[in-house]
């Protein structure tokens, strides 16, 4: 059985002894709508319809549909031709930090939103179905488990509409061996198999940019489904996707602004200019992801993008953090050498204890973002570019500093696994 919310009513639904065809038909043939009047609270000003004018210009070839194969092929138009109101979308990671302003932003575009969520959200599952329901207000949410494809298959036949798009902001929470796999890869694959089924013929899918080089499980889970994905869109010409490789977030610079707040000293590895970064805001990728649903010049193409303003190294975002709360600058610099002799006694550790796996993939994250940039990897010079890194919304990382300082880090959290 499965549970799915809209943000008026919910409905309890059980297995129906039907074929997958005759539910799939019927969808399609008696379709659902979700009456815009369910998105009042949400400002209607953040709209803009002639945008949406403008990506609805040109079409794509169109897509065939058909519920058994024949010789004849039933053509329909691109969801690109619809109205935003009757676009169905399906989010998938929507309770994730990213996913939660996606689910926003889309449905302040005024589209049809489905979100999957689990019963219990957030980090170390500590929302409950009430308060995830109220995180995602103006969306249906169904409560599934997108880790098992017929669970969350069924979930979604059972809310009688056929899928446009799909939207997944799945990753791992904790970036360790086995978990990466599952959410990175195998989840996110589920909710490709599952979108298809469902009629979707877009998906737009959450990337990162470190995956340019990828030295960590939790890229390489990323990078397969990546490549899965695209050969999907080779093989159909009805079907397309949108990969959004974003830099660093907000979030995962803030650690340190309460501790500099406190009079503590900025730590930093090495000199400090190991790595830069155009970090985006989690309004302001939103932003992007839901530009990617209409925008026909992004269709088929991997979209790195960051935030606005100059790529900051960490000695940089350390003296801007000291210029905002008054002190001077007062530094710690690590030897990146403590990682790497750590690292390898984990790895040489992992042989003896396998269940130390995780633990010493973790030290390998950690030391892969002190001396990795987040910007465009130019394959040409094999460097790391800022002037090739696109720039994308208003939101700056003073901005961000400056809400920290005033409000601390609430929503912000680090998830499972910090350095500072």
């Known amino acids: 059985m499965s549970l799915c919310f809209s943000s008026t009513a919910f409905s309890l639904y059980s297995a129906k002894n039907q074929s997958f065809l005759t539910r799939f038909s019927s969808q399609f043939t008696n379709p659902t709508k979700v009456n815009s009047s369910l998105f009042t609270g949400f400002p209607s000003s953040q709209f803009n319809l002639s945008e949406i004018v403008k990506f609805s210009k040109e079409r794509l070839k169109p897509i065939s549909a058909s519920t058994t194969p024949t010789a004849e092929t039933t053509v329909t138009p691109s969801f690109r031709n ?184 900025y730590v930093m590895f090495g000199d400090g200019k190991l790595c830069a970064c155009k970090p985006i805001s989690e309004a302001d990728l939103a932003s992007f992801i839901a530009d990617c649903v209409l925008s026909e010049n992004k269709i088929n193409q991997i979209l790195p993008i960051g935030g606005p303003g100059k790529a900051l190294t960490p000695i940089e975002q350390g003296e801007l953090l000291f210029r905002l709360v008054g002190r001077e600058p007062k530094f710690l610099k690590v030897p990146i050498e403590i990682m790497d002799f750590a690292i390898g006694v984990l790895d040489f550790l992992v042989k003896i204890f396998p269940s130390l796996e995780d633990t010493a993939e973790f030290g390998k994250i950690g030391r892969y973002y002190a001396a990795e940039s987040m910007l465009v990897l130019d394959p040409e010079t094999g460097e790391y570019s800022a002037e090739k890194t696109p720039s994308y919304g208003k939101d700056t990382l003073e901005d961000f500093f400056q809400t920290v300082l005033r409000e601390g880090m609430a929503g912000q959290e680090l998830g499972e696994q910090t350095i500072f």
């Open 82 to 265: 619809k109205s935003p109101k009757d676009i169905n979308i399906l989010v998938v990671g929507a309770t994730g930090y990213i996913g939660k302003f996606v689910v926003k932003e889309l449905v302040d575009r005024e589209f049809n939103v489905i979100a999957i969520a689990r019963e219990k959200s957030g980090i170390r599952g500590k929302f409950s179905k009430d308060e995830t329901l109220n995180q995602l207000k103006g969306a249906n949410v169904c409560f599934s488990d997108v880790t098992n494809l017929d669970s969350l298959e069924k979930s979604i036949e059972d809310m009688g509409v056929p899928i446009d798009v799909v939207v997944s902001c799945l990753a791992s929470r904790s970036g360790g061996v086995k978990d990466s796999w599952k959410i990175d890869y195998e989840a996110t694959k589920n909710s490709l198999v599952a979108g298809r089924n469902l009629g979707a013929s877009h998906f737009v899918l959450l990337s990162a940019i470190c995956v340019q080089k990828p030295l960590l499980e939790f890229q390489r889970a990323k990078l397969k489904f990546e490549d899965e994905l695209i050969k999907e869109a080779e093989k159909d010409s009805g079907f397309s996707y949108t990969i959004v490789r974003p830099t660093a977030f907000f979030k995962s610079l803030g650690g340190q602004v309460e501790l500099v707040k406190d009079g503590k000293p």
